[in-house]
């Protein structure tokens, strides 16, 4: 008997499912959390990095708890090579980098991602936004692949 398997569109079985899909699924259940410098690794309450730690966490990936220190760890990729999971780095160079977040992919010609925001235009708590808005001040966007 030959058995076929089959999805319905825009599902991915959770079998199938790569960890960086499962990273941004959990990373997306978060949206509306706040924003915290205390207690910033959830349950409710993050910050960039202890987001994302927890995320690829979930997904069975390790990840070190700081921004800096995840941009070290990551497989460095050009921006344009980034795919939905991948995460982004700010800084004002690969040596001061301050902000992550995980890129969600484009709409509307802009790339998003979902990030702990600090910004209390978006409300202090976990959103998705435009990539954009985080190269203020001359900061640089850098992408990386958790190994």
Not at 22 to 50: E, F, I
Request: overall charge positive.
């Amino acid at each position: 008997m030959l058995a076929l398997g089959f999805m319905i569109a825009g599902t991915i079985p959770a079998d199938a499912a790569t960890p960086k899909q499962n990273a941004l699924t959990y990373a997306r259940k978060q949206m509306g959390d706040r924003y915290s410098q205390v207690n910033p690794q959830g349950p409710n309450h993050w910050d960039c990095s202890g987001l994302m730690q927890a995320a690829y966490k979930s997904a069975g990936k390790s990840l070190p708890r700081v921004a800096q220190a995840q941009y070290n760890a990551t497989k460095h990729i050009a921006l344009s090579a980034a795919q939905p999971g991948d995460l982004l780095f700010f800084g004002r160079d690969s040596k001061h980098i301050t902000h992550v977040g995980i890129f969600t992919g484009y709409k509307n010609g802009k790339g998003y991602m979902v990030n702990a925001n600090t910004g209390s235009y978006r409300g202090r708590k976990v959103v998705e936004a435009p990539t954009s808005e985080y190269r203020i001040g001359g900061n640089k966007e850098f992408a990386g692949v958790v190994k």
